[in-house]
């Protein structure tokens, strides 16, 4: 008998709650959510739903955590999770670089001067448009990831350009197939075990005006196993020592990617980032020594790590359908986080604005869009009197859900509202059906 059975209050108050690690940092919980000293219930009746906030100071301090496990390394934010003007801001203030992959996240990255010589430009199939902005830009790196691309590159640029070549290290992250970037045979660089790699080392090397400054590697995304990113540094000082022996180059920079696993669900665990530095600062430095390489600076690119847990959204409850399966639908879905049909993703959610004395029961959040697969989250636990109007927060949106969403059924998509010391500032604006239709010019 737990306490929670003897003060039936007490159980509901403990349902309600979240685990706090899923939430910003900021957040305090009574009935409804506060972030950042502003409660989420004003910013949905202030901004309409669905909404997305994003806390500043844990996305800050997220930088901050990186910096201090690593200061050794240069930590460059994978803008792919969320690109926009005020984290890009926000980072470049915490001393980060940036990794881009687009001429269009290089313009967001222009719009706010973050500097050249922190940006690496990413790509697997980067279009003559992305490479002419990339030089365009200045003094950026560029990751190269196919022999075309290197011709392309060498042929194009007008001073020296400094790359890292992209390597498959063969390392399988175990995670979902989808965000599995570092096996062998898949679109992503150069296969080390083909030696597809050392190939394209020396196509780089065959033009003066490219300068090999770095090898890179990603093995992908919500990886768990520390182990894993110290295989792929192994392999990586491996094929460093083959290029230092075979062509006499000393590579100086060793590129690990990101993939740091964020916790989505209370019985998800947080990534150990300290233990992942000490670990990989060892492997690194026992591999560099026993091959009699130089140790390169180290690389590394999280996104999701950075401003995942930064981020809540908040809907509105539009219906309830009780069955078998009781549905909540809510007035966003698919279009704002495609996450649990892609991946299979799986998210937690409260109820906010209200308190329930009703009794929690399993339900399926779903969406608004015409798909059988468009659920926001799988048997949470929500009270039995949930009504239309209700307000739903979810945690763990801050990345690839504004990065990843789209105009299905022609859906605005919501805004993002930056939340700071008890203000809120829009970020990023809602989307009207204006927008919608100025590019339909036909
Ligand atoms: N570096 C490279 C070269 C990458 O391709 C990625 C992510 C990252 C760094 C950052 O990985 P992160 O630390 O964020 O896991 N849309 C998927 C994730 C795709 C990741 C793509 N690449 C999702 O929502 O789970």
């Not at 049909?341 to 779903?366: D, Q």
Request: neutral net charge.
């Amino acid at each position: 008998v737990t306490l929670a059975d003897i003060l039936p209050t007490l159980a509901v108050s403990l349902a309600d709650k979240v685990p706090a690690h899923l939430w910003p940092d900021t957040t305090t919980q009574d009935d409804d959510l506060h972030v950042a000293g502003v409660r989420l219930a004003s910013v949905a009746a202030t901004f309409g739903t669905p909404v997305t906030v994003l806390d500043e100071t844990t996305v800050r301090a997220r930088c901050r955590a990186f910096r201090t496990a690593l200061p050794e390394a240069e930590v460059t934010y994978a803008g792919k999770a969320l690109s926009c003007r005020a984290v890009l801001r926000w980072i470049a203030e915490e001393g980060l670089s940036l990794d881009v992959c687009s001429a269009g996240e290089l313009a967001v990255a222009r719009s706010v001067n973050f500097p050249a010589s922190r940006i690496l430009v990413h790509g697997n199939a980067k279009t003559p448009d992305d490479l002419k902005a990339a030089l365009a830009y200045g003094d950026v790196r560029i990751v190269v990831d196919s022999l075309d691309e290197i011709d392309h590159l060498a042929a194009l640029a007008r001073t020296r350009q400094r790359v890292l070549v992209r390597v498959t290290p063969g390392v399988d992250a175990h995670t979902h197939r989808a965000i599995t970037t570092g096996t062998d045979d898949q679109k992503f660089g150069f296969s080390l075990a083909t030696g597809a790699a050392s190939e394209a080392v020396r196509r780089v090397l065959s033009h003066p005006n490219l300068e090999l400054t770095g090898l890179h590697c990603h093995i992908g995304s919500q990886v768990r196993r520390v182990a894993s990113f110290e295989l792929a540094a192994r392999r990586m000082v491996d094929l460093i020592a083959g290029l230092r022996r075979d062509h006499g180059v000393t590579i100086h920079e060793l590129d690990l990617g990101g993939g740091f696993a964020v916790p989505y669900l209370p019985e998800d665990d947080p990534f150990d980032l300290t233990g992942y530095a000490t670990r990989l600062r060892v492997a690194l430095h026992y591999e560099c020594q026993s091959h009699g390489v130089p140790v390169p600076k180290l690389i590394i690119e999280p996104g999701r790590s950075i401003v995942a847990t930064a981020g809540v959204t908040v809907y509105r409850v539009v219906t309830v359908k009780r069955g078998p399966t009781t549905f909540v639908a809510v007035d966003g879905g698919l279009s704002d986080n495609p996450r649990p049909s892609l991946y299979g993703a799986r998210y937690s959610v409260r109820l906010i604005g209200r308190t329930s004395p009703a009794r929690r029961t399993p339900m399926t959040v779903v969406g608004r869009h015409c798909e059988a697969g468009d659920v926001v989250a799988t048997d949470v636990p929500l009270p039995a009197d949930i009504h239309a109007g209700d307000l739903l927060a979810v945690p763990c949106t801050g990345a690839y859900h504004h990065s990843l969403a789209s105009n299905y059924n022609q859906v605005c998509r919501p805004p993002l509202i930056g939340l700071h010391n008890g203000t809120s500032t829009v970020l990023v604006r809602g989307e009207t059906e204006e927008d919608l239709l100025r590019r339909d010019v036909g």
